[in-house]
């Protein structure tokens, strides 16, 4: 029988919980102050530990340093901010109290779901490394550890977090997460809220009433809800604008959705599994990221270490992706020389994957024997070093910069009086390219500051 300790110092509240958990089959222990929980019980025992924040002498807060048990704690003081700092010591979830019957229930049978490891999980754990996940390459150190945590997530429901660089491969172990989920057999719906107009994101993600506005001449579904009992993967979600962040928050919080235009919610079952190359942390510091959507979002987090710091995995990934790449193109297998191969071993790939890629194709295509030399990856060993966008010197000579480096300064002394629309038009390209160098700078775009 799964064991629940109930940590609350008024009887009232603390008999009624007690006998709301029993009728739904807990075994239901109790305590009054952290003191009498650590004295009377061995808190490692429990399935999940139910805790007010406002004890008598110690906060509740004090039972997650003493427990690798999952704390739920509850809070008559519903200030988001004693939520958030009660997340960020560790707690798994948060409540308000006054909390209606189901809403405890709901919430308790989702931690026990999501924690409790059963025997067989508890044996491929003991268990050697596995290989590398269907469609993922890699036997490096850092590639072992990812994959065996994109499978032990995989196998739960909870809000997956991907930080990598871009061209690492962000999408793909969202897509190895959803395939090795009970969720397979459904489509992943994939978004990258960084292409979508500001103006039509909510839309997009949230659908809306016909009428809801200016063009909206029928009834749409969004793209949350079409991910419904499947995996929704938000890439770039730090791109994500703050009025469409706080709908995405209202999905975790009450899994429901409300149309754009409509009144009425809709029930949603839906594993949400997000990215992004950008430092979230900041992002909130900076007042463009909702604190309390990142501490909702960032439940478990995966890190995909950078092409370059992969060792001998590069060598293999490149051989990898030259046989797809010359059966796609219907090319004669080729093989790279020797000096290729110790090109692409040497070089940075600061565009990681991606840029591996986009080398390969040109050479496979610019080939013209069976072996493909240094020469036509087209790599410049000596400039390889990635280097970060730094601040530009108002000194400095305009016909003395790069076209990158003009773009850059461009967009950074103007973005603040022009919008996209215009920076593009003066750029003389279009916004989805203005959008594609951002990302491939490191530019974010400028939002509205949290009123």
Known sequence: MIQVLVVEDEVVIRNALKRLLERHKYQVSEAGTVTESLEKYDLDKFDVIISDLRLPGAPGTDIIKATKTPVLIMTSYSSIRSAIDSMKMGAVDYIAKPFEHNEIIETVAKIIREHTKTEREEKVEREEPQPAVHGMIGSCPQMMELFRRIRKVAQTNSTVLINGESGTGKELV?????????????????????????????????????????????????????????????????????????????????????????????????????????????????????????????????????????????????????????????????????????????????????????AIERAVVLAEKNKIGEEL???????????????????????????????????????????????????????????????????????????
């Open 174 to 358: 969202a897509r190895a997460i959803h395939n090795l989920s009970d969720r397979e057999n459904q489509e992943m719906i994939s978004v990258n809220c960084a292409a979508i107009p500001e103006n039509l994101i909510e839309s997009e993600l949230f659908g809306h009433e016909k009428g809801a506005f200016t063009g909206a001449t029928a009834t749409r579904t969004g793209l949350v809800e079409a991910a419904n009992r499947s995996t929704l993967f938000l890439d770039e979600i730090g791109e994500l604008p703050l009025e469409a962040q706080a709908r995405l928050l209202r999905v975790l919080q009450e899994n429901e959705i409300r149309k754009v235009g409509s009144v009425q919610s809709k029930k949603v079952d839906v594993r949400l599994v997000v990215a992004t190359h950008r430092d979230l942390k900041q992002l909130v510091v900076d007042s463009y990221f909702r604190e309390d959507l990142y501490y909702r979002i960032n439940v478990m987090t995966l890190l995909i270490p950078p092409l370059r710091e992969r060792g001998n995995d590069i060598l293999e990934v490149a051989d990898a992706i030259l046989r797809r790449t010359c059966i796609r193109l219907k090319a004669p297998m080729l093989n790279f020389s020797d000096s290729a191969s110790h090109a692409i071993a040497k070089y940075a790939w600061p565009g990681n994957v991606r840029e591996l890629e986009n």
């Open 377 to 451: 990856l087209a790599i410049d060993l000596e400039s390889s070093t990635p280097t970060e966008t730094s601040e530009f010197d108002n000194n400095e000579p305009v016909e003395d910069l790069s076209l990158e480096d003009y773009f850059q300064r461009f967009v950074l002394e103007h973005q603040d009086s022009m919008n996209e629309t215009q920076l593009a038009r003066k750029l003389g390209i279009s916004r989805k390219c203005l959008w594609e160098r951002r990302q491939r700078f490191g530019i974010p775009r400028k939002k509205k500051q949290i009123a």
